[in-house]
């Protein structure tokens, strides 16, 4: 018995190698993971001051909105958080869409949801890997 056991498993061990070694690796990296990393170009993130771009239409009803400008220089941190400056809903600025009540907690923003940049990207033009199908979910038309 214990034979039959050993040939089966060395059995085993022959034809999942010759499987993993048929496998070339393709994903939706276009090319094989065998061969060496090629480096994806950096994207152009779009919009320099805020209010100089229109939101990119959301992913799916899910999908936290993208920022329409960039972020450079702006200070997030649980101290400070200049997004607020603008998105703040007891500020008075016209045209911004201000954070959600879900964002905020006794008078300011929650804990768990002051690092903007962890759900919110700035936007860019780039190709997706695959087709997005859940603007057939979109029963809402949420953009």
Not at 71 to 99: A, R, Y
Not at 107 to 114: C, L, Q
Not at 128 to 140: A, C
């Amino acid at each position: 018995m214990r034979h039959f056991a050993l040939v089966l498993a060395l059995t085993t061990l022959v034809f999942s190698g010759t499987v993993m070694a048929a496998d070339d690796g393709n994903t939706l990296r276009k090319n094989s993971m065998f061969k060496n990393n090629l480096i994806p170009p950096v994207p152009i993130y779009q919009g320099d001051e805020p209010g100089g771009n229109n939101p990119l239409p959301r992913g799916s009803i899910t999908a936290p909105p993208q920022i329409p400008h960039s972020i450079e220089g702006l200070m997030i941190s649980k101290d400070q958080n200049d997004c607020m400056d603008c998105h703040d809903p007891n500020n008075q600025m016209e045209d911004t869409p201000f954070v959600t009540a879900t964002h905020l907690y006794g008078g300011g923003i929650t804990m768990a949801r002051f690092q903007c940049n962890m759900c919110h990207v700035p936007q860019t033009n780039v190709q997706p890997l695959v087709q997005n199908e859940n603007d057939q979910f979109n029963y809402y038309n949420v953009r």
